[in-house]
C-alpha cells in the first residue's frame, strides 16, 4: 500500500500537464473563432468596398476552425478518460490488498468441541398410559395438573369403571369369607368325627372283651355238659364278630389319625379358600388399576387426554425428574476422543437468559445417526455421533427444568 501511495504524486502530475496543454488549446481555439469573426460596418466603411469572395473566405475559415475544435476537444476527452481508468486501477489496488488464507488449526490450538444436544431428565421424559385391560374405560376425573410435582404412587386419574370394579371387589370378598367359613367348618367336622370314632371303636374293644369273657364261660360248662355245643359255638361266633366290627372301627379312625391340619377334608376347605383370596386380590388389583398413579416422583410435563376421553393404550400424560437435569449431546463421532468424563460443559440455547454448566457423566459406546440438527436447510442431516450425557449443576439443573426437550448448543471446554 505504501507503493502505491508513493507513484501517486508522479502519476497526477503527468496526467495534470497533459490535461492543462490541452485545457490551454481548447481556450485558445475557442477564443480564436471570435477573434475571425467579421465586424459588422456601416455603410460609410471603406470596408464595404471589399470584394465578396473575401467575405466567403472567412466564412470557410471559420468553419474549419471549428472543426478542429472539436477535434482537440475530442481528444482531451480520451487522455482525461484514460487517465481515470488507469488511476481507478491502481486505487482499486491500493483499496483491495489481496487475500490471505489463514492457515488451519492445529488439534492443540482447539480450544473447544462443540455439539447440537436436547434437554432432558435423568431417566428420559416417561409417557404414562392407562392400565393394560382397562378395555372402553374412559377418564372420570383428573387429579394432577401441568407443572405440579407429584410423588411416586400419588393418584393421577380415575377411570369410569371404579364403581363396577367396587362390586366385584364386594363379591370377592364374600366369597373369601365363605371360604373361611367352611373350612372352619371342616375343621370342627373332622374333629368331632375322630372323637366318635374314637368312642365306637372304644366300644366294641368291650363288646369283644365280653364276648371272649362269656365264650370262655361257656367252654367249661361245655365240658361238664352244662350247655349244649351250639350255644358254645353261638358265643364263638359271636367272638368273632365283635372282632371284626372292632377291627372296621380301627381302621375308620385310622383315617384321624393324622394332624388335623393335614387332613384331606381340611385340605380341600384350605385350596377353596387360596382360590378365593386369589380372586380377592384380583379384584383389588382390577380395582386399583381404575386409578392411575405416578410411576416415579416428579413433575407433569405435558396433559395428553382429557376428561371423557376414552383409555385404551394412549398416553395420559408426560412427566420426568426434573429435580436432576441431563444434557443429551450428538458428538461427531471425528471429535469424541476428545471427550473425557468429568470435562467441563457450558450449554446455551436463544431462550436462556445465561448459560448452563455441567459435567460429562457418561460417553456412549454406540455410533449412529444424527437425530438433532439445525434449522440451516444447508445443514448436515446424516452425520455419524455419539451420544454423551452431561449432569448440569444443581443450580443449572433447576433453571433447565422449564425447558425440557429444547435443542441447546453444547460446548466441551478443553
Given at each position: ?31 480564436f473563432p471570435k477573434a475571425m469573426t467579421p465586424k459588422k460596418h456601416n455603410g460609410n466603411s471603406p470596408e464595404n468596398d471589399l470584394p465578396h469572395r473575401s467575405v466567403f473566405r472567412s466564412s470557410d475559415t471559420n468553419t474549419k ?21 488507469q488511476m481507478r486501477d491502481r486505487v482499486a489496488g491500493w483499496w483491495n490488498p489481496p487475500e490471505t488464507t489463514p492457515a488451519a488449526l492445529t488439534d492443540d490450538e482447539i480450544k473447544s468441541v462443540f455439539a447440537l444436544g436436547r ?19 374412559r377418564i372420570e376425573s383428573l387429579k394432577a395438573v401441568v407443572g405440579q410435582r407429584v410423588q411416586r404412587g400419588d393418584v393421577l386419574a380415575e377411570l369410569d369403571n371404579r364403581p363396577r370394579l367396587k362390586a366385584g371387589l364386594k ?244
Amino acid at each position: 500500500m505504501n507503493k502505491v501511495t508513493s507513484n501517486l504524486p508522479a502519476f497526477e502530475a503527468e496526467n495534470a500537464e497533459h490535461v492543462k496543454d490541452g485545457s490551454s488549446r481548447l481556450e485558445a481555439d475557442l477564443r480564436f473563432p471570435k477573434a475571425m469573426t467579421p465586424k459588422k460596418h456601416n455603410g460609410n466603411s471603406p470596408e464595404n468596398d471589399l470584394p465578396h469572395r473575401s467575405v466567403f473566405r472567412s466564412s470557410d475559415t471559420n468553419t474549419k476552425q471549428k472543426t478542429a475544435v472539436g477535434f482537440r476537444l475530442l481528444l482531451v476527452m480520451g487522455i482525461v478518460a484514460i487517465a481515470g481508468w488507469q488511476m481507478r486501477d491502481r486505487v482499486a489496488g491500493w483499496w483491495n490488498p489481496p487475500e490471505t488464507t489463514p492457515a488451519a488449526l492445529t488439534d492443540d490450538e482447539i480450544k473447544s468441541v462443540f455439539a447440537l444436544g436436547r434437554l432432558e431428565p435423568e431417566g428420559e421424559v416417561i409417557s404414562v398410559a392407562g392400565p393394560s385391560g382397562s378395555g372402553d374405560a374412559r377418564i372420570e376425573s383428573l387429579k394432577a395438573v401441568v407443572g405440579q410435582r407429584v410423588q411416586r404412587g400419588d393418584v393421577l386419574a380415575e377411570l369410569d369403571n371404579r364403581p363396577r370394579l367396587k362390586a366385584g371387589l364386594k363379591v370377592a370378598e364374600t366369597r373369601v369369607e365363605q371360604a373361611r367359613w367352611q373350612l372352619a367348618q371342616a375343621r370342627i367336622q373332622f374333629q368331632t368325627r375322630r372323637e366318635e370314632l374314637v368312642a365306637s371303636m372304644e366300644a366294641r374293644q368291650a363288646e369283644k372283651e365280653l364276648a371272649a369273657l362269656a365264650l370262655a364261660r361257656r367252654k367249661k360248662l361245655l365240658s361238664s355238659d352244662a350247655v349244649s355245643r351250639e350255644e358254645y359255638e353261638n358265643f364263638a361266633a359271636n367272638v368273632t364278630t365283635t372282632a371284626k366290627v372292632l377291627r372296621e372301627a380301627e381302621a375308620r379312625l385310622a383315617r384321624y389319625e393324622e394332624d388335623l391340619e393335614q387332613s384331606v377334608d381340611v385340605q380341600l376347605a384350605k385350596s377353596d379358600v387360596s382360590v378365593a383370596e386369589a380372586s380377592l386380590q384380583e379384584a383389588r388389583t382390577r380395582l386399583d388399576d381404575s386409578l392411575i398413579r405416578a410411576p416415579v416422583t416428579g413433575t407433569i410435563l405435558d396433559m395428553e387426554l382429557r376428561v371423557g376421553e376414552r383409555v385404551s393404550n394412549a398416553s395420559l400424560l408426560k412427566m420426568g425428574r426434573t429435580d436432576s437435569m441431563l444434557v443429551r449431546a450428538e458428538v461427531y463421532e471425528s471429535d469424541v476422543s476428545k471427550i473425557v468424563t468429568g470435562q467441563d460443559v457450558v450449554v446455551r440455547a436463544s431462550a436462556l437468559d445465561r448459560p448452563l454448566t455441567g459435567k460429562v457423566e457418561t460417553i456412549a459406546s454406540f455410533v449412529q445417526k444424527q437425530s438433532v440438527v439445525e434449522a440451516d436447510p444447508a445443514a448436515n442431516t446424516d452425520a455419524r455421533v455419539v451420544e454423551v450425557f452431561v449432569r448440569l449443576d444443581e443450580g443449572s439443573a433447576s433453571r433447565g427444568s422449564r425447558f425440557v426437550g429444547m435443542q441447546v448448543r453444547v460446548e466441551f471446554q478443553r
